[in-house]
């Protein structure tokens, strides 16, 4: 089983302009992940797609991998279907987000493992909540999952709810989880569901993965114990460099 590593990487981004560029203690973000997911057991090959040339300038300076795709694609997984119908040769795609520059390998070692089962479309990651701030925060997807560990929906709102309890008792009676935001993929899948229209589900709450499950494909999840921290805003760099330096 080939698994291929696919690392997105715009430019232009509303919140964050060259985002994939900034410099973190003397590298980029980009190179940081790059060389952070390298070193993965479980991939036969990283590469970062992009559609922009200064992006493909700066990987190639550091003799890294990239292909470059579409400027009109809405999402990640939409670049990743691109890289896989270009380069025919892999079983598994693992989509791995560009502003985490310091993921940790075993989260992608733990999320190859779950294409063991046969029975897995797509697999993901989740992380036991521990504190009422992420519990009841929106930008924080939460997931419900069966005893299969297959997911049964994602929300924004913290799900379950519990009818009769305080919330201040909720973590105390249940455990949640939050949804960390890397994927892999079949590549048959991968290709098979960019190519679905936008769900009812997913229009609602502005999660991609909605428009799969609507659609009857299978997500596996696996706990991670790894919270890894995302650069999304210019003083999200001052938190990772008052954390890892």
């Not at 890294?64 to 892999?90: I, L, W, Y």
């Not at 989509?95 to 493992?113: A, M, V």
């Not at 519990?135 to 997911?151: D, G, R």
């Not at 960390?180 to 993965?209: C, D, H, N, W």
């Amino acid at each position: 089983m080939k698994t291929i590593g696919i690392i997105p990487a715009r430019y232009a981004s509303s919140r964050f302009p060259g985002k994939p560029l900034v410099d973190i203690a003397g590298k980029s973000m980009i190179q940081r992940v790059y060389e952070q997911v390298k070193g993965c057991r479980c991939l036969s090959e990283v590469v970062v797609a992009t559609d922009d040339k200064r992006i493909e300038d700066h990987v190639r300076s550091f003799a890294g991998n990239v292909v470059m795709t579409s400027p009109d694609h809405q999402s990640g997984t939409d670049r990743c279907a691109e890289v896989v119908q270009k380069v025919q040769s892999f079983d598994i795609a693992i989509n791995i987000q560009g502003d985490e520059p310091f993921i940790s390998p075993l989260q992608i070692d733990l999320l190859s493992s779950l294409f063991e089962d046969s029975q897995t479309d797509i697999g993901t990651l989740v992380k036991k909540i521990d504190n009422v701030e992420d519990l009841f925060n929106e930008n924080t997807p939460k997931v419900v999952f069966n005893n299969k560990k297959q997911a049964l929906y994602f929300s924004r709102q913290t799900i379950p709810f519990q009818r009769n309890v305080k919330q201040s008792d909720w973590l105390n009676n249940q455990a949640y989880y939050k949804h960390i935001g890397i994927y892999g993929y079949r590549t048959e899948v991968l290709k098979e569901i960019t190519a679905l229209p936008v769900s009812s589900f997913e229009k609602s709450e502005a999660l991609e993965q909605l428009r799969w499950l609507e659609n009857g494909y299978t997500i596996k999840v696996a706990e991670t114990k790894f919270d890894t921290i995302a650069v999304d805003h210019p003083k999200d760099v001052e938190a990772i460099l008052k954390a890892y330096f």
